[in-house]
C-alpha cells in the first residue's frame, strides 16, 4: 500500500525527535534538491576513551548512533567488525594498557566503563581490519592475548566479540544476525543521505587531558587505591573531621539547640520568635 511504501523511503520520520531537539539538521542540496545531514566531529561531555591508535575504516558515530539507533540497522561494515576485548582492574593497568596499545600499532582505544548494560570497570579495544574476517580477528586475539597476558599476568581477561554491544542487547546474540536486502537498500539511501568527515589523526592533547581526569576523578569514586599514584587526594575533597574522641571541640563552644518559644507581643497573633 501507499503508507508502507513510502515509508521505505522515509529517511526523516526516525529522526524527527533528534531534529526537534535541535540535535540534527536536515539540509538542501542547492544544486540538486536532495536533502541530507551533515554530522559533525565531536566530543561528549562526559567522553570516556583514550584512542590510543586512531583508525580509518570505521564511522562508528554515524553507524551505532544513527543507521543502528534511530533506523534499527546493523550496517554490512558492522556485521564484519570484530574487536578484541580486554578488562584492565584499575586506573593503573587502564594508563598502562594504552601505553601497551600504542606499541603494538592496532587501532585500539581504552576507557571507562559508563554502559550499564556491560559489565566491567574498564575496557581496551584492539579492531580487526574490516576485510579480514573471522579469521583474521582469531589472529589479532592470538597477538594481542599473550601480550596482555604477558604484560598483565594470566588471570587478565582477554575475549574476542562482534560488533557493539548495543546491537547484540536489542537484536539478540550476533551469531544469529542476518543481512538483508532490504538492509542493504536501506543502508545505500543512509550513506547518501548522512554525510560525515572522517577522522584520521591522532586524538587532540586537549582532549585526551579531558579524557584522563575524568577516568581519575571516577576512579576515586569508586575508591580506587591507585589513584594516589597519579592525584593528590586534596585534589578531589578534604577528609571530614571525626569526633570519636570529643576533643576537637570544646562542649561550650557547641550552639545549643533552642529549648523555649515565646510569642512576640507586638507582632500579629501566630508570629513565633525564638528565645
Known amino acids: 500500500m501507499f503508507f508502507e511504501e513510502m515509508g521505505k523511503i522515509d ?20 544544486e540538486t534538491g536532495k536533502p541530507y545531514i551533515k554530522l559533525i566531529p565531536q566530543t561528549g561531555p562526559v567522553d570516556p576513551w583514550i ?28 556485521m564484519s567488525c570484530w574487536k578484541v576485548v580486554a578488562e584492565p582492574k584499575n586506573l593503573k593497568m587502564a594508563i598502562e594498557m594504552v601505553e601497551l596499545q600504542k606499541g603494538m600499532g592496532f587501532e585500539s582505544k581504552t576507557g571507562l566503563e559508563l554502559r550499564p548494560y556491560s ?4 575496557h581496551s579495544f584492539w579492531y580487526c581490519r574490516l576485510d579480514e574476517g573471522l579469521e583474521g580477528a582469531l589472529r589479532l586475539h592470538k597477538k594481542v592475548e599473550a601480550k596482555v597476558k604477558r604484560e598483565f599476568g ?48 591522532d586524538q587532540s592533547p ?7 581526569r575524568n577516568w581519575v576523578k571516577e576512579a ?6 591507585t589513584v594516589k599514584e597519579f592525584a593528590q587526594m586534596t585534589s578531589f575533597i578534604r577528609g571530614s573531621t571525626t569526633y570519636d574522641d570529643g576533643e576537637q571541640l570544646k562542649r561550650d563552644e557547641v550552639p545549643q539547640l533552642f529549648e523555649t518559644w515565646k510569642e512576640e507581643k507586638d507582632e500579629p497573633s501566630g508570629i513565633l520568635r525564638l528565645s
Open 119 to 122: 559489565p566491567g570497570l574498564w
Open 206 to 212: 586537549i582532549i585526551q587531558a579531558f579524557v584522563y
Open 51 to 78: 584512542h590510543s591508535v586512531r583508525g580509518s575504516e570505521r564511522f562508528c558515530a554515524k553507524w551505532l548512533k544513527l543507521y543502528f539507533t534511530c533506523y534499527n540497522l546493523i550496517p554490512k561494515s558492522c
Open 220 to 225: 576515586f569514586s569508586r575508591g580506587d587505591p
Open 154 to 201: 594470566i588471570m587478565m581477561k582477554v575475549s574476542l566479540k562482534r560488533a557493539c554491544t548495543e546491537m547484540e542487547v536489542r537484536k539478540g546474540p550476533s551469531e544469529n544476525w542476518v543481512y538483508t536486502p532490504e538492509d542493504e537498500m536501506l543502508e545505500q539511501l543512509l550513506d547518501d543521505f548522512i554525510r560525515m568527515d572522517k577522522i584520521v589523526v
Open 11 to 30: 529517511l526523516i520520520e526516525p529522526i524527527q525527535d533528534e531534529m526537534l531537539a535541535g540535535r540534527l539538521i536536515v539540509h538542501i542540496e542547492a
